[in-house]
């Protein structure tokens, strides 16, 4: 409630408007079924649209309707995205600076031996 309070007061100020106490309360009465990220969604479009500051109603009509803040699935990598990816890691030195684990860094390792032949500097002879 804090947060939708902070985002409500904010969007007043950007708008010119001074809300009182009482005036606060409605609004996070009206409001207080909804998520609070997908309010402060609203809001934002109602400074963008809106030339006045907006009634609850308004704001309501303007949360989206899907949810906010989420992320469609990453899409499944193939085999040889992987070995691309992890031969990129390896070259670059991700492992050093914690960028790929270890079971990864020893991956590209049997890449680079399969790729290239021979013994890494690193290899045990």
């Known amino acids: 409630m804090k947060e939708m309070a902070r985002s409500l007061v904010a969007t007043a100020e950007v708008m010119g408007v001074e809300l009182t106490e009482p005036q606060l309360h409605g609004y ?5 079924d909804q998520n609070t990220e997908a309010v402060t969604a609203a809001l934002a479009r109602c400074v963008k649209e809106c030339a006045y500051f907006p009634r609850p109603a308004e704001i309501i009509s303007r949360i989206p309707t899907q949810p906010v803040n989420t992320f469609l699935p990453e899409p499944e990598l193939t085999a040889n995205d992987r070995k691309l990816n992890a031969e990129l890691a390896c070259l670059s030195g991700d492992y050093l600076r ?5 079971q990864e860094y020893l991956f590209l390792t049997d890449i680079y031996k ?4 021979g013994n ?3 290899d045990q002879p």
């Open 98 to 102: 914690g960028f790929i684990t270890w």
């Open 114 to 117: 399969a790729r290239y032949g």
């Open 120 to 122: 890494n500097k690193g």
């Open 28 to 32: 996070l009465l009206a409001l207080k």
